[in-house]
């Protein structure tokens, strides 16, 4: 359902344009109608008592089926489980503030449907289906020493060739993928592959790309090293996930070929400060220590070269509660316009979703109500303190439409 509401009182900040409008925000059906001076209407009213309205928060690297930190655990869980362990994670998600979702290794069209018929509360969902992984690459979670079968599970699946990757973009698609996920270089909590190294040869990332391409979609890869981004981007990887060791050269490739950063600087910190927590392998931590510091870094170079830069959070299991610290971080090297465009148009324009993000008449009325504009007082962005209000397509979350 979408809801009818009149928000008076407000200032209404639009990420896009810098514009800051005082008054009041008409939603019908679930769409903004107007913002400025509303007169009398039969609308619901929220008083919001000077509070500044901006777009609900994107987040482009969400993982709703994770229950761990990863391995065969996370694969193998029965997956009615694992999906009432997603809805709980997307509704906490949209309390936060996050309207919209990119699950980018999971999801299925299951649970889409009853997200997109609001049986439970969520963020908009846009999902990748599992991820694709080389054999030993970041999406193999098999240890060495441990003689076990995987081929796929919940969030990731081993493919090898060509023909084999372009009948697996396929079914994806057949099921109801917005976008495909690849693994193009090692991960943290993988347990066999160098962090560095580049995964799938280019016949192999081109060939996804091309199905991907047809069908009006795109992919986004997992990618972390220079090489590996270029190697990525050079056959056609639109969006860059991670890149933390990216150099110059490699920020350069990405603008010239058109590709977006996603940043999950969050999953490294909460990584770090919470391995024992989380159970975090020593092949893990080390991989984590070599990462960590250089996602600022790599955000500096990819916005002095022209890249657009996006957000995500990327917190398995447990982690997920801390998403706004995410916000923080990034905060570190980017000034609050420019926070605030990664975390509402820049990953609005990423998902071709340009409706989304945006304060403006005819957009979603997606919106987080904050005690202060972040453009003057940036915390108020993810102080889980300070009173916020969460709108999602017209209906105050907490409340049914």
Known sequence: MSGSLVLRNGRFRDPESGSV???DLLVERGVIEEIGSVGATEAPALDLGGATVVP???????HAFSTCMGGLELERRALSFVAINATRRLGAALARGFTTVRDV????AGLAQALDQQLVAAPRYLYSGPALSQTGGHGDPRPADLDVCFHEGHMNEIVDGVDDLRR???RRFQQGAHVIKIMTSGGVVSPVDPIRIPQYSAEEIAAVVDEATRRGSYVAAHSYSSEAVIHSVTHGVRSIEHGNLIDSAAARTMAEHGAYLVPTLVAYDSMARRADEVGLSPVGRA?????????KDAIT??????VPVGFGSDLMGDLENDQLRGLQLQAEVQTPEALLRSLTTVNAALFRRPEL?????????DLVALAADPMDDVEVLWDESRPRTVVRAGVPVGLSA
Do not use: C, I, Q
């Not at 290794?105 to 299925?108: C, I, L, P």
């Not at 993000?357 to 009325?365: D, E, I, M, T």
């Open 21 to 23: 409008v005082e008054g």
């Open 56 to 62: 609900g928060f994107l987040d482009a690297h969400f």
């Open 105 to 108: 290794a999971g999801g299925d």
């Open 168 to 170: 697996a973009v396929r």
């Open 287 to 295: 991989k984590n220590a070599e990462v960590l510091g250089s996602g």
């Open 301 to 306: 170079l990819a916005t002095e070269a022209g």
């Open 357 to 365: 993000g945006r304060l403006a008449v005819g957009s979603p009325a």
